[in-house]
């Protein structure tokens, strides 16, 4: 998927503050394929998480905001 799909599928959700709800839906499918591991927390943060399998292996943390 390119850079401006993933984008417009983002823009195209209903997510004001507090219903990020189909944002983070769209988010978890965009993840998916890049990580190994995605899931929501109780707060609504969408968590990707890549094992690479060195120990001691750095990570990335990427945050943006998914309402509107």
């Known amino acids: ?3 401006r799909h993933a984008l417009e ?3 195209a959700c ?3 503050s507090g219903f990020e709800n189909a944002s983070a ?4 499918e965009l993840l ?3 990580v190994d591991e995605v899931s929501v927390d ?3 943060n969408v ?3 890549r094992r690479c399998g060195k120990p001691g ?3 990335l943390l990427l945050d943006a905001h998914l309402d509107e």
Do not use: F, Y
């Open 14 to 16: 209903t997510a004001p």
């Open 42 to 44: 109780r707060m609504g």
């Open 32 to 34: 998916r394929p890049l």
């Open 9 to 11: 599928k983002l823009c």
């Open 25 to 28: 839906t769209v988010a978890q």
């Open 1 to 3: 998927m390119d850079m």
């Open 47 to 49: 968590i990707g998480i």
């Open 57 to 59: 292996a750095k990570l």
